[in-house]
């Protein structure tokens, strides 16, 4: 879902206006510390985290390669893929809560700075 919205955002800051573009870089900070409040508290609720990694998996196959003659030959050949993996962490939930804490208490500052960032950005590019 988040990674949805992220996308709208990038097609949409290509049409948008320089004090969409404004508005939208101010809000960047809240969001981040948004989606963090959110991921932490998940992590509190499950009483784990959840990581994601690359892993790299050896496909093999065959390959077709066009001789000097213009014969097709098929080799066997390989190829590196890559699939997304996602395991269970044990977390310290003291220190968890701590940081969840943390990030609440910045959220309001956060918030304050956003707004007041958009306000400079709609009295700089003001639209016509």
Known sequence: MRIAVVLVLMVLSGC?????RCVQEQ???????????????????????IETERVPVRRYGFCSERLSDGRIIRLPCSDIDYYTRR??????????????????DRQPIAL????????????QYPES
Request: hydrophobic fraction near 45%; charge should be positive.
């Open 27 to 49: 809000a960047r900070d809240l969001l981040v510390i948004n989606q963090l409040i959110a991921s932490t508290q998940a992590n509190l609720d499950r009483g784990y985290a």
């Open 87 to 104: 395991k269970a962490v044990a977390i310290d939930l003291e220190a968890e809560q701590s940081k969840l804490n943390q990030l609440l």
């Open 112 to 123: 304050e700075r956003a707004r007041a960032g958009q306000a400079a950005c709609i009295a």
């Open 16 to 20: 948008a206006t320089k004090q969409q």
